[in-house]
């Protein structure tokens, strides 16, 4: 039976046969039908212990993936291949120097911030876009707890990312502002969220399926920081026919799978702009005539864009040294 990865926890896999699975695993394009949430789950493990894998990551399945598997009974169920992925979002797990896929097979990838507490960090987006462009995965933004207000000086930088063709979406689960466009957003989609712990994710979740009850948890006071409430990835269905994939939040997010001369490119608005800076290779930071600098100068390149990038640089050529 083909079966869609719903959870996996400590190598127990939640897995929900598909409808029509034989098409889908011969067909290129999965499309998958909407399952209403009361049907029977199967708890699988990895036949062998170990999944082939041509992609590194530490580990082999993620929600949104599709496999193979063998149902027995008692709703157990062995799981024997896993199918070709069309894309994956995966994050550098610093402690495990390997990736960690945390979906498969979306449609889209939101990274999801606060508005006010915790603080708006638009260079944690900046970083989570990267991941998912790398991942071959379309990204939105979130800014959740709109009720907070956001600061002044965000709006230019939501702005820079609408103007690289990345829709921005305010929200607050408090409220319940912003749920029908997250509504229209999702439909037929497969989608993340993904952001810091204490952003709402799981709260917007629970505001949009009121069923579901996922937890949710206060700030740290001392840092306003959240208490990294949800621990594993879960996929939950919608009833206007998303498939909505709740993370666990990370508190950082590290740029890897390049080279530091590569990032630039990961910089739509500073791409190409390299190959007119006087000096070659250029490290725009204090040649002269450099034209990243000048687009910098004159505003084509929003300001704190253009730290981040030298700053996740500065990490890569880090990296690189080792
Ligand atoms: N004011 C306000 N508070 C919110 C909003 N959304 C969530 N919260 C609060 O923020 C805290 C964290 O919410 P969670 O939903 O647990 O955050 P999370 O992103 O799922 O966190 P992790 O699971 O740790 O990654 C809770 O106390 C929520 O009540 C919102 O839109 N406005
Ligand atoms: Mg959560
Ligand atoms: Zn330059």
Redesign the pocket.
């Known amino acids: 039976m083909i079966g869609l990865i719903y959870s996996g926890i400590n190598n127990i896999y939640q897995v929900r046969p598909v409808d029509g699975g034989d098409d889908v695993a011969q067909s290129q394009d999965v499309i998958l039908p909407y399952q209403a949430p009361t049907e029977s789950f199967y708890e699988c493990r990895i036949k062998g212990k170990i999944l082939k894998d041509s992609e590194p990551s530490y580990n082999p399945l993620a929600p949104g993936d599709l496999v193979v598997f063998e149902p027995s009974d008692e709703g157990q169920g062995l799981i024997h291949r896993r199918l070709e992925r069309t894309n994956r979002f995966a994050r550098w797990n610093r402690k495990r120097e390997n990736w960690q896929t945390v979906a498969a097979n979306l449609d889209l990838l939101v990274a ?1 911030v606060a508005a006010g507490k915790p603080p708006f960090r638009p260079r944690f987006v900046d970083r989570v876009l990267i991941a998912a462009a790398q991942g071959g995965v379309k990204a939105a933004v979130l800014v ?2 709109i ?2 207000g956001l600061p002044e000086w965000g709006e230019s930088r939501i702005s820079a990312w609408e103007e690289l063709d990345i829709p921005v979406y305010r ?4 409220t319940g502002e912003g749920m029908e466009e997250i509504r229209a957003l999702t439909a037929g989609k497969t989608v993340a969220l993904f ?1 810091p ?8 979740l629970n505001r949009l399926l009121p069923h579901i009850e996922l937890a ?4 740290s006071e001392k840092y306003d920081r ?5 621990n594993f990835g879960r996929l939950l269905d919608a009833p206007w026919g998303a498939r909505l994939v709740d993370t ?2 990370v508190r950082e997010i590290l740029v890897r799978g390049m080279s530091s001369a590569d990032l630039i490119h990961w910089f739509p608005e500073f791409s190409g702009l390299d190959e007119e800076c006087s000096y070659s290779p250029c490290s725009h930071r204090h040649e002269p005539d450099c034209a990243v600098q000048d687009a910098v100068d004159d505003g084509r390149i929003h300001p704190d864009r253009f730290e981040n990038y030298l700053r996740i640089r500065d990490e890569l050529e880090e990296d690189e040294r080792w």
């Open positions: 999801v959740n707890k009720d907070q929200s607050s689960a408090h952001g712990s204490g952003v709402g994710k799981s709260s917007v949710t948890g206060g700030l959240g208490r990294h409430v949800t666990p939040g």
